[in-house]
């Protein structure tokens, strides 16, 4: 049974950080990832990095959000930084599973950027 679990959202000011952490237990993961959704619109690729550290990032994020991940514990992390309103979402992590290419999501955490 594959399990996500993430921690980190809440409430920041406009260009403060936060950083979200994704745990998954069950499987080892080759791509890991965060999507986010805010109210009213599609599901978007935030970020991802594959196992040997390849990463990708949506152009809206890049230069303020860093995406890392620990092999060893299973974890995907998310630095945010310089954060603006319109980061305003629920973020999901995701995983793809090594031996079996299956993609599992996370609950969502929320972020909200308000003054």
């Known amino acids: 049974q594959v399990q996500l679990v993430e921690s980190g959202g809440g409430l920041v000011q406009p260009g403060g950080s936060l950083r979200l952490s994704c745990a998954a237990s069950?499987?080892?993961?080759?791509?890991m990832g965060w999507n986010r959704q805010a109210p009213g619109k599609q599901r978007e690729l935030v970020a991802g990095i594959a196992r040997g550290g390849v990463t990708n990032y949506a152009d809206s994020v890049k230069g303020r959000f860093t995406i890392s991940r620990d092999n060893a514990k299973n974890t995907v992390y998310l630095q945010m930084n310089s954060l603006k309103p319109e980061d305003t979402a629920t973020y999901y992590c995701?995983?793809?599973?090594?031996?079996?290419?299956?993609?599992?999501w996370g609950q969502g955490t929320q972020v909200t950027v308000s003054s």
């Open positions: 995701y995983i793809t599973t090594l031996y079996d290419s299956q993609t599992y």
């Open positions: 069950g499987s080892i993961s080759s791509f």
